[in-house]
């Protein structure tokens, strides 16, 4: 299975600066998504990261609050922008494979001050 | 109505106890996941089903698709097993629509 690593594994940030999220996976993968997990919740997809192209978003969260980029198969960024402590979450990337399911990261907790 | 239902939200069991979680979808899947997180946000997931069933050491996973409906079983509980087990069904394009989760406390 894909082995999945992300930095920073957490971080304490202000109000109004941004932070950037890395998700690094050891083989190429066609499909790879972003998830937010916020206090007590359950996850929410964010949206697909797609390679060469715009991610695709899901209801609810736009490209000027989360840019993603996705400049190769193994590699994406997730921006959480202008953040505000309602953004204070567990970040999560996972990959896709056909026929054994997703993968996910470890996680990126988030706290905005 | 969420799309993706499980039940119970909190379930406390005593070692040795046979355990299941259920859940039920209203959307249109191409499979469903069972995952498990533990306190640290770590996710792992167990099953990836899309009919009948499926088995891995104490655990069970079965799916009715007629149904809309999914349960996770757990024989001969363990403290261990302890963690929120979601489901998450598999939308087009791989997306994951996700339950609520359910705590499951083991007491040895």
């Known amino acids: 299975s894909a082995v999945i690593s992300q930095k920073p594994s957490r971080d304490i940030c202000q109000r109004g600066t941004s932070l950037t999220i890395q998700c690094q996976v050891d083989?190429?993968?066609?499909?790879m998504f972003w998830y937010r997990q916020q206090p007590g919740q359950s996850l929410t997809l964010i949206a697909t990261?797609?390679?060469?192209?715009?991610?695709?978003?899901e209801s609810g969260f736009v490209i000027d609050k989360f840019p993603i980029s996705r400049p190769n198969l193994t590699f994406s960024t997730l921006t959480v922008s202008n953040m505000s402590p309602e953004d204070s979450s567990i970040y999560l990337c996972?990959?896709?494979?056909?026929?054994?399911?997703?993968?996910f990261g470890p996680g990126t907790r988030l706290t905005v001050l | 109505k969420n799309e993706v239902e499980q039940s119970p939200q909190n379930l406390t069991a005593q070692e040795g106890e046979f355990i299941t979680i259920n859940c039920s979808y209203s959307?249109?899947?191409?499979?469903l996941h069972w995952l498990q997180q533990h306190p640290g946000g770590g996710i792992v997931s167990l099953f990836m089903?899309?009919?009948g069933k499926k088995k891995h050491g104490r655990l069970i996973a079965t799916i009715n698709i007629q149904e809309k409906h999914s349960s996770l079983h757990i024989t001969a509980s363990h403290p261990r097993d302890s963690a929120v087990y979601i489901c998450?069904?598999?939308?087009?394009?791989?997306?994951?629509?996700f339950g609520e989760g359910t705590q499951l406390t083991v007491n040895p």
């Open positions: 996972s990959v896709s494979e056909a026929t054994r399911g997703q993968f």
């Open positions: 083989s190429q993968v066609t499909m």
């Open positions: 990261a797609n390679q060469g192209s715009e991610a695709t978003y």
């Open positions: 959307v249109g899947i191409s499979a």
């Open positions: 089903l899309s009919s």
């Open positions: 998450a069904a598999v939308r087009s394009g791989s997306r994951l629509t």
